[in-house]
């Protein structure tokens, strides 16, 4: 079955630096846009950044300059580099990925479980 599984969340002090993972798996003939979405509570999902797979990116407004989005197509993963976090920073990040997959020949698009970044003010 294919997944994403996200890693690297958790509990930093306003101005640390956190590093989410998130990789797909499953029956992968390719990986084309990945990107990164965050929802606090309460709030609607909003996009974080994205990149295609010629490294092409795009940030929201909010995390520009601290934010750094990065990928690895041999391993099928992509990564968030966060730094100079804030408070308002806090929410679940979900890994987001159009996935071909090998065995349908179809691209969908895929989430993952979602990790929680917690920024102490």
């Known amino acids: 079955q294919m997944q994403l599984v996200e890693s690297g969340g958790g509990l930093v002090q306003s101005g640390g630096s956190l590093r989410l993972s998130c990789a797909a798996s499953?029956?992968?003939?390719?990986?084309?846009?990945m990107g990164w979405y965050r929802q606090a509570p309460g709030k609607q999902r909003d996009l974080v950044a994205t990149?295609?797979?010629?490294?092409?990116?795009n940030y929201a407004d909010s995390v520009k300059g601290r934010f750094t989005i990065s990928r690895d197509n041999a391993k099928n993963t992509v990564y968030l580099q966060m730094d100079s976090l804030k408070s308002e920073d806090t929410a679940v990040y979900y890994c987001?990925?159009?996935?071909?997959?090998?065995?349908?020949?179809?691209?969908?698009?895929?989430w993952g479980q979602g990790t929680q970044v917690t920024v102490s003010s």
């Open positions: 499953g029956s992968i003939f390719g990986v084309n846009v």
């Open positions: 990149i295609s797979r010629g490294s092409t990116t």
């Open positions: 987001y990925a159009d996935v071909m997959n090998k065995l349908s020949g179809r691209t969908s698009a895929y």
